[in-house]
Nanobody, 121 residues
Framework: EVQLVESGGGLVQAGGSLRLACTGSGVTLDDAVISWFRQAPGKGREGLSCVGKSNSVTYYTNSVKGRFTMSSDNAKNTVYLQMNSLKPEDTAVYYC??????????????WGKGTLVTVSS
């Protein structure tokens, strides 16, 4: 059974940082395209970033470019999302997803259950 588990969410003040982790079981994350999404209260899901297989390429949407960075630890089968200069509008549930080919697509193969990030002003 494939599982993705997000962790690292919490409460942080504006301007602060958090590092989210997406740990996989039943799937080797280095062999997949890993994407991060978020969903703020009352809003639709927003794609943020993705990393290609074997860290071949990384893509960031304009809303997080320059503030968020993806990285990975293959030994831990974990992909990270380092979030800096956080703003109250970054408050959301953050999800990771894995797919064989797609970056930030709507029909990703696997999804985690999310981790809540709350940024206070």
């Amino acid at each position: 059974e494939v599982q993705l588990v997000e962790s690292g969410g919490g409460l942080v003040q504006a301007g602060g940082s958090l590092r989210l982790a997406c740990t996989g079981s039943g799937v080797t994350l280095d062999d997949a395209v890993i994407s991060w999404f978020r969903q703020a209260p009352g809003k639709g899901r927003e794609g943020l970033s993705c990393v290609g297989k074997s860290n071949s390429v990384t893509y960031y949407t304009n809303s997080v470019k320059g503030r968020f960075t993806m990285s990975s630890d293959n030994a831990k089968n974990t992909v990270y999302l380092q979030m800096n200069s956080l703003k109250p509008e970054d408050t959301a549930v953050y999800y990771c997803a894995a797919d064989s080919f797609r970056c930030l697509g709507s029909g990703m193969d696997y999804w985690g259950k999310g981790t809540l990030v709350t940024v206070s002003s």
